[in-house]
């Protein structure tokens, strides 16, 4: 893997430390395989092995590993100056305007994203999945076809 990868960030500290965004889905990943396994109640888990031909559990923890996959986007990364710059000299690019910034959040990039990869695998049935990857901050746009 492209060691450049890494430099991408997600979450920082108090401090401003940043947590690579490769870290961060790692993490979330992880934190989803505890839940499916210790706590997720069992008729979720029936409705999660229905709507994937009995691979419920992979759906779900690269579902929840995938949510932040929009703070990939420049309009993300931008958000602290340092960070970006570090982004940029790893030689990413973009140079996202005001709008960008304020509308092109990470949680509609990330269900954008999501979709297109579905479509182009012929993935259509598993696109609900779109709106948990927008929604999981508790906003929604429209209905995606």
Same mark, same amino acid.
């Given at each position: ?10 979450? &920082? /500290?108090?401090? %401003? @430390?940043?947590?690579?965004? $490769?870290g961060?889905? !790692?993490?979330?990943?992880?934190? #989803? ?8 109640a ?7 092995n229905e709507? &994937? /031909?009995?691979? %419920? @559990?992979?759906?779900?923890? $690269?579902?929840?590993? !995938?949510?932040?996959?929009?703070? #990939? ?19 990413? /690019? ?5 709008f960008d ?26 696109k ?18």
């Open positions: 893997m492209d060691e450049s990868r890494w430099i991408l960030w997600a979450k &920082s /500290d108090a401090a %401003g @430390r940043p947590h690579s965004l $490769l961060h889905l !790692l993490d979330t990943g992880a934190v #989803a395989e505890l839940i499916w396994d210790e706590y997720l069992q008729q979720t888990q029936v409705l999660w709507a &994937s /031909d009995g691979h %419920g @559990r992979d759906l779900f923890v $690269l579902t929840c590993a !995938l949510h932040d996959i929009g703070k #990939a986007s420049p309009a993300f990364q931008v958000k602290d100056d340092d960070l970006w710059a570090d982004v940029q000299a790893a030689g990413y /690019d973009g140079k996202p305007n005001a910034r304020s509308n092109r959040t990470h949680w509609r990039v990330g269900a954008v994203f999501l979709n297109s990869w579905l479509v182009a695998r012929g993935a259509r049935s598993l609900w999945i779109v709106s948990v990857i927008e929604g999981h901050h508790g906003r929604h746009e429209a209905p995606h076809s």
